[in-house]
T-cell receptor
């Protein structure tokens, strides 16, 4: 069963414009949520994570995400993108009842247009 | 610290050949994972390990075997490669302590089976 859904496979956006990458998850238990970024021909790097507490989390490179339990969402946002933000972005979930397994979305390819 | 390293970076196999991918981490992490990444499918968990001498199946384990003889190494084996195993393989590790949970990824191994 798909645990994580990234609705947009590709998102083109102009430089300095805001962007939102959407992530929804399915779970009946508490979750830990993550966003990772993958630059071309590289491994994944952690952007930010939600474990508990404040629902707005800030990460590296000016990204932030908001955990919305009622909508089971964890959308990633940035108010002004740069060319260097062009990359693949993955949302991931670790459910509290599945031990150490992580479930990844299919990814969103962000292309920043000059 | 080197973090998570993977050997080799690239490999081309013929159908039916075997090979072993090596993952090594120098962060003393308990947990280690093998994923495969295919276009449009995100990352899918093949096998994982929660400690030295233990392994468990993930979402897509068929055709693969793993071993964790040493805490710092996690080996992924293909006994008889098939074209469907053409993919990019990522290894990851994570600490066991609560409050962290994030995974650290290697740079990937690009495998082509002809």
């Amino acid at each position: 069963a798909q645990s994580v859904t990234q609705l947009d496979s590709q998102v083109p956006v102009f430089e300095e414009a805001p962007v939102e990458l959407r992530c929804n998850y399915s779970s009946s238990v508490s979750v830990y949520l993550f966003w990772y970024v993958q630059y071309p021909n590289q491994g994944l790097q952690l952007l930010l994570k939600y474990l508990s507490g404040s629902t707005l989390v800030k990460g590296i490179n000016g990204f932030e995400a908001e955990f919305n339990k009622s909508q089971t969402s964890f959308h990633l946002r940035k108010p002004s993108v740069h060319i260097s933000d062009t990359a693949e972005y993955f949302c991931a979930v670790r459910r509290s009842n599945t031990g150490n397994q992580f479930y990844f979305g299919t990814g969103t390819s962000l292309t920043v247009i000059p | 610290n080197a973090g998570v390293t993977q050997t080799p970076k690239f490999r081309v196999l013929k159908t039916g050949q075997s090979m072993t991918l090596l993952c090594a981490q120098d962060m003393n992490h308990e947990y280690m994972y093998w994923y495969r990444q295919d276009p449009g499918m995100g990352l899918r968990l093949i096998h994982y390990s929660v400690g030295e001498g233990t392994t468990a199946k993930g979402e897509v384990p068929d055709g693969y075997n793993v071993s964790r003889l040493k805490k710092q190494n996690f080996l992924l084996g293909l006994e008889s490669a098939a074209p469907s195993q053409t993919s990019v393989y990522f290894c990851a590790s994570s600490p066991a302590e609560t409050g962290t949970y994030e995974q650290y990824f290697g740079p990937g191994t690009r495998l082509t089976v002809t």
